[in-house]
């Protein structure tokens, strides 16, 4: 089924067919990246601007790497000495990225909707690299290629996601895509931060920690987003840690093939025990790993809507 979409704006619109596409082009685009040579020229003489208003080291330099990896140039937008801090809009800004000739934007920013905004702005392909607590799309799409590599088909499979996800757009993300994927999705945390309305979306919602993690194929862990919580969702961090900090008790209840995952970034000794992050079973550094291929599958489908990658002999 051919890639259609000139924008990635969230999973939820995606169909099934859509992210398989997306995994599929990203194993292509793994295979160079193992190779000498890491580069294609499938995006040569185009320009990709990152405009990240909002902190980010894996995204951004992921999207960055993958651009270079296309061949494209990047202008990576530095938001503390650009005009914004003059009270320059995001409408303005984007516009005059449109008017210098850009030929896409990868945009994070810390409010839900804005990457739908720009798209209906623009008449060139947007990204979103992060919406508030709204999506995370390409960190999902790099989930579940990353679930995929060590399970196979996801139909099923036993994932837990574990932590703040009330306001995680990477729960959201991969709330959409494991349930199109059909997996067996249960969310776990403190009432106050999973709260049971996340049902409506077809996952399961548990408090109990040793109940939900028994035999889980897949745990996946979540910060506590401070930056998103206007008040307090809990009485103390050590205390969130007693109750649902993964440690190597927890981890021993989980199917003993289980992989540990996080989007980063990681606070150690909080949501996961510092040995367990750097343990066998973690794939975090994995999952950055193929975030940089799945980035270059969705700038190139989203840049040319191809259906297939139009690779190099190796
Ligand atoms: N996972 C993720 O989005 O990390 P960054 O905020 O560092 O980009």
Same mark, same amino acid.
Not at 71 to 85: E, G, L, N, P, R
Not at 240 to 251: D, V, W
Not at 259 to 262: G, T
């Given at each position: 089924?051919p890639?259609?979409?000139?924008?990635?704006?969230?999973?939820?619109?995606?169909?099934?067919?859509?992210?398989?596409q997306?995994h599929?082009?990203?194993? %292509?685009?793994?295979?160079?990246?193992?190779?000498?040579?890491?580069k294609?020229?499938?995006?040569?003489?185009k320009?990709?601007?990152?405009l990240?208003l909002?902190?980010?080291?894996?995204?951004?330099m992921?999207?960055?790497m993958?651009?270079?990896?296309l061949?494209? /140039?990047?202008?990576?937008?530095?938001? #503390?000495?650009?005009?914004?801090?003059k009270g320059?809009?995001?409408? /303005?800004?984007?516009q005059?990225?449109?008017?210098?000739?850009a030929?896409?934007?990868v945009?994070?920013?810390?409010?839900?909707g804005?990457?739908?905004?720009?798209?209906?702005l623009?008449?060139?392909?947007?990204?979103?690299?992060? /919406?508030?607590?709204?999506e995370h799309?390409t =960190?999902?799409?790099?989930?579940?290629?990353?679930?995929?590599?060590h399970?196979g088909?996801?139909k099923?499979?036993?994932?837990?996601?574990?932590g703040?996800?009330?306001?995680?757009?990477?729960?959201?993300?991969n709330?959409?895509?494991?349930?199109?994927?059909e997996?067996?999705?249960?969310?776990?945390?403190?009432?106050?931060?999973v709260?049971?309305?996340?049902?409506?979306l077809?996952?399961?919602?548990?408090?109990?920690?040793?109940?939900?993690?028994a /035999?889980?194929?897949?745990?996946?862990?979540?910060?506590?987003?401070h930056?998103? =919580?206007?008040?307090?969702?809990?009485?103390?961090?050590g205390e969130?840690?007693?109750?649902?900090?993964?440690?190597?008790?927890?981890?021993s209840w989980?199917?003993?093939?289980a992989?540990?995952?996080?989007p980063g970034?990681i606070?150690?000794?909080?949501?996961?025990d510092?040995d367990?992050?750097?343990s066998?079973?973690?794939?975090?550094?994995e =999952?950055?790993?193929?975030?940089i #291929?799945?980035?270059m599958a %969705?700038?190139?489908?989203?840049?040319?809507a191809h259906?297939?990658?139009?690779?190099?002999?190796?």
């Open positions: 089924m890639w259609n979409r000139r924008n990635l704006i969230a999973i939820e619109e995606l169909s099934r067919a859509e992210i398989d997306v599929t082009t990203a194993a %292509a685009f793994k295979k160079i990246l193992q190779r000498s040579v890491k294609v020229p499938a995006l040569r003489g320009t990709i601007v990152n990240f909002e902190p980010s080291t894996r995204t951004r992921a999207f960055e993958a651009a270079k990896r061949s494209a /140039d990047v202008i990576s937008f530095d938001s #503390a000495s650009s005009s914004t801090t320059e809009t995001l409408r /303005d800004t984007a005059n990225i449109q008017a210098l000739k030929d896409m934007i945009l994070r920013h810390s409010a839900a804005s990457p739908l905004y720009l798209s209906r623009l008449n060139i392909p947007v990204i979103n690299a992060g /919406d508030g607590a709204h799309p =960190q999902a799409l790099l989930d579940t290629f990353t679930m995929t590599e399970l088909s996801l099923g499979r036993k994932v837990v996601i574990l703040d996800i009330l306001f995680s757009r990477v729960a959201r993300s709330i959409w895509a494991l349930t199109k994927l997996a067996d999705v249960t969310l776990v945390g403190p009432s106050t931060l709260p049971h309305w996340f049902t409506d077809g996952v399961k919602v548990s408090h109990d920690l040793k109940s939900a993690l /035999d889980a194929e897949v745990v996946m862990l979540l910060r506590i987003q930056e998103r =919580q206007a008040s307090s969702h809990f009485p103390s961090l969130y840690t007693s109750m649902f900090g993964l440690n190597k008790t927890r981890a989980l199917n003993p093939k992989i540990i995952m996080h970034p606070n150690r000794g909080v949501e996961i510092s367990l992050a750097d066998d079973r973690s794939v975090i550094l =999952q950055v790993s193929n975030g #291929a799945v980035r %969705a700038l190139y489908l989203c840049a040319g259906p297939e990658p139009v690779l190099p002999p190796a």
